[in-house]
């Protein structure tokens, strides 16, 4: 189980057909927070495409990703990209969701105890393209006052971690802070 917390910021365009939104996150490992099991991400997510209650969403997101275990720690640089076309009827929304998550550049710094017990000759070193998560899917979302509490769920599968499940849930709340959940009214001209 992870918890995140992030932030972000936007702008509507062409009568809110077109948006623009700029965020940051960050996630870990819930019940401690521990920075060292941590992602990081900045990104851009943009509506390009908005005809009636119809929406084209799509995002990127440098990121970077911390982990210490009893046998390395690593630091790795990736890129998520989403793609999310669905329906938004205000109060709910419903959407296809179809990701793929890079990492592009990952530094892994094997521990003492690893060089000890497995392998002495092992080096600190940078690998290219060391994992992919590639995402398919669905969520739904109902936003009540500040509130917005979401569902997804789907297949993905990590790169070459074939024992891991081939499925993902997610359960959300988001609070939204000055507004009533992003929900942008329909203006009479």
């Known amino acids: 189980m992870t918890a995140t917390l992030g932030t972000a910021a936007g702008a509507a365009f062409a009568g809110e057909r077109l948006s623009l939104a ?4 960050v996630t870990w490992v819930a019940g401690s927070i521990d920075f060292d099991d941590a992602r990081y991400r900045v990104g851009l997510r943009a509506d ?15 990121a970077l990703r911390t982990l ?11 890129t998520d990209f989403q793609l999310q076309p669905g329906l938004d009827w205000g109060r709910f ?29 092992a080096r600190d070193g940078w690998y290219r393209t060391t994992g ?31 024992f891991l499940p081939p499925f993902y849930a997610l359960l959300s ?14 203006r009479a001209h």
């Open 22 to 25: 700029g965020w940051a996150d």
């Open 68 to 78: 210490s275990t009893s046998a390395f720690s690593a630091t790795a640089l990736g």
């Open 93 to 121: 929304s419903a959407e296809i969701d179809l990701g793929f998550d890079q990492q592009w550049l990952t530094y892994v710094a094997p521990t003492d105890a690893y060089r000890e017990t497995v392998y002495s000759g």
């Open 48 to 62: 390009g495409v908005k005809s009636g209650p119809w929406r084209l969403r799509a995002s990127v997101a440098p």
């Open 132 to 162: 992919f998560t590639p995402r398919v899917g669905a969520g739904v979302a109902l936003r009540v006052a500040s509130f917005e509490i979401g569902a997804r769920g789907g297949w993905e599968r990590t790169g070459a971690l074939d």
């Open 173 to 186: 709340v988001t609070y939204w802070f000055g507004g009533d959940a992003g929900i942008h009214e329909e």
